[in-house]
């Protein structure tokens, strides 16, 4: 991976660790009174079923390029090809490049985009920011005292993390999209 500049201050990596910290604290709140809740190791569909390209502030970008440098170059070989199909496809859903088809799980989890660690579990504006099956699970009232996350928050701290972009031009703009060859 080519070396880059830094595309985000030391004190926008401070503020995604602390909205990461508080962002995991919001889910273990809710995992710990449900035992059973859906999103698990294995469970892809939201993964699959991206209704945009994935959108990254720098600060984010700049945490999954750590995650991305430490991938077998085989794999990340892989990913640069689907990222650049991806920039190609105009048709929607859209299946994350970063998702590992075979296994279900993601290739970058622990340097996974904010968006990645709210969903299933948070809310915007009354609108569940979750799959089908956690929204009939709510139609039929069984998480009705759930405390959902607030993603409208989220997104007012993510707003101070640098400019945002699709993770294809991220791609493009530090040098790692494929280019026909690989
Ligand atoms: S939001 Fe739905 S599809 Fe995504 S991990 Fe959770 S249960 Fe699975
Ligand atoms: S980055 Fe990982 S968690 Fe997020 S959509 Fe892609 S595969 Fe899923």
Not at 109 to 138: M, N, S, W
């Amino acid at each position: 991976m080519p070396t880059q500049p830094r595309t985000s201050a030391d004190g926008e990596t401070g503020s995604l660790d602390r909205l990461h910290a508080d962002i995991e604290a919001r889910v273990l709140a809710i995992r710990d009174g449900h035992p059973d809740w859906l999103c698990r190791r294995g469970c892809d569909g939201c993964c699959r079923r991206l209704a945009e390209i994935p959108r990254l502030t720098a600060a984010e970008w700049d945490r999954l390029r750590e995650g991305l440098a430490a991938l077998p170059p085989d794999r990340l070989r892989e990913i640069r090809r689907d990222v650049a199909a991806l920039a190609g496809q105009r048709s929607r859903p859209v299946v994350c490049p970063l998702l590992d088809r075979s296994a279900g799980a993601c290739r970058v989890y622990a340097h996974r985009p904010v968006a990645c660690r709210t969903y299933g579990f948070y809310v915007q504006r009354d609108l569940g920011l979750y799959c089908k099956d956690i929204e009939a699970r709510v139609a039929e009232g069984a998480l009705a005292e759930v405390v959902w996350g607030n993603q409208d928050a989220v997104d007012r701290r993510l707003d101070a993390l640098g400019g945002i972009r699709e993770l294809t031009d991220w791609f493009a703009l530090e040098g790692l999209a494929e280019h026909g060859k690989g």
